[in-house]
């Protein structure tokens, strides 16, 4: 790695947006080391998903809490991005939580505060399939619902960032329209450079960075790619992203899980409504980049011709623009 990104990397901030650990409270936490150790700062971990009631979300949030807060030594619960600072400053990872899919809010939108005060700091609206408040990429395109609207202008409110990963196309040009703040798209990949239902298309990448978001780019070889992680392929998607709306809507949610003794591929194939045959969550041992690949992404990054200014951005920089805004702070 050249020297000077070397420094750049083990001073800027690293943001993953999204891990895609299955969530459940029988999960043992201590993989959440992989992130510090591969040099990243902060990271958004699911605590639930739409495939889950809420009494599971909860739960899952419970068992989170308990062993974040149990080791303050090494990990800290973040409110808002100084939380973030501090914690780099006492050589501590930073992590809150996310939820992916509305079903978590069992038609009530007083839990949206509720999970705000628990930890919660980002929310997407469905996960794959259609649900009270969205349409999900795998489903009917039958946008936001009145709930969703709610939602929306709720989040806005307490602090959460808005994050339109998952939902289809309609309900993302419509919760873009509802939000008051920037959104995001946390684990998303343009698909223009590769063609799938879960990948993004140009108009949705454009209002979103219109409104001041950032396009969270996925490490899931099958959405980068046929199940390709190579760092060309990933260098294509930043530079796609940023010659269509500009580098500073670009950030990474790597959506990455490090090795579990659950077999992912059993809990896709048990549920084919959420994952659906044809878009290639059956392909065998499927290839994840996560931010172990950043030093050699970065690297490519400089020899293409991305300045410092916008490394740190992808790094960090600009999903820490938008949380300052969304999360009031
Ligand atoms: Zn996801």
């Not at 459940?24 to 639930?48: K, M, R």
């Not at 007083?110 to 489903?139: E, P, S």
């Not at 949610?253 to 045959?277: M, N, T």
């Amino acid at each position: 790695m050249q020297k000077k990104l070397q420094q750049l990397y083990q001073q800027a901030l690293v943001w993953d947006a999204h891990a895609g650990v299955f969530p459940s409270p029988e999960v043992d936490l201590n993989l959440l080391d992989e992130w510090p150790q591969s040099g990243a700062s902060y990271l958004s971990i699911n605590v639930g998903f739409d495939v889950m009631n809420w009494q599971e979300t909860m739960a899952t949030l419970a068992a989170y809490r308990h062993w974040l807060l149990t080791r303050s030594d090494r990990f800290v619960l973040v409110s808002n991005t100084r939380d973030i600072d501090r914690a780099r400053g006492e050589n501590k990872f930073a992590l809150s939580f996310d939820i992916e899919g509305m079903n978590a809010l069992n038609d009530d939108i007083n839990m949206v505060g509720l999970y705000h005060a628990l930890g919660v700091r980002q929310m997407l609206f469905a996960y794959n399939l259609n649900n009270t408040a969205a349409g999900g990429c795998h489903d009917q395109d039958t946008g936001l619902t009145e709930f969703g609207r709610q939602v929306v202008s709720e989040m806005n409110r307490v602090g959460m960032i808005v994050d339109c990963s998952h939902a289809a196309y309609s309900t993302t040009m419509d919760i873009i329209g509802e939000s008051s703040q920037p959104v995001v798209f946390s684990h998303s990949n343009p698909a223009a450079v590769w063609d799938h239902q879960r990948n993004i298309r140009d108009d949705q990448i454009k209002a979103c960075a219109a409104g001041g978001g950032v396009i969270g780019l996925n490490g899931m070889g099958i959405f980068l790619g046929d199940n390709d992680i190579s760092i060309d392929t990933m260098l294509r998607h930043v530079r796609y992203v940023g010659d269509l709306v500009g580098n500073e809507h670009i950030g990474f949610g790597f959506d990455y899980s490090p090795k579990v003794d659950v077999d992912i591929g059993v809990i896709l194939r048990s549920r084919p409504d959420y994952w659906p045959a044809g878009q290639q969550y059956d392909t065998r041992d499927i290839k994840h980049a996560s931010p172990q690949q950043l030093p050699q992404l970065i690297d490519a990054l400089g020899d293409s011709g991305f300045d410092e200014a916008a490394i740190r951005g992808f790094l960090g920089e600009n999903f820490r623009r938008v949380a300052n805004h969304a999360w009031h702070g």
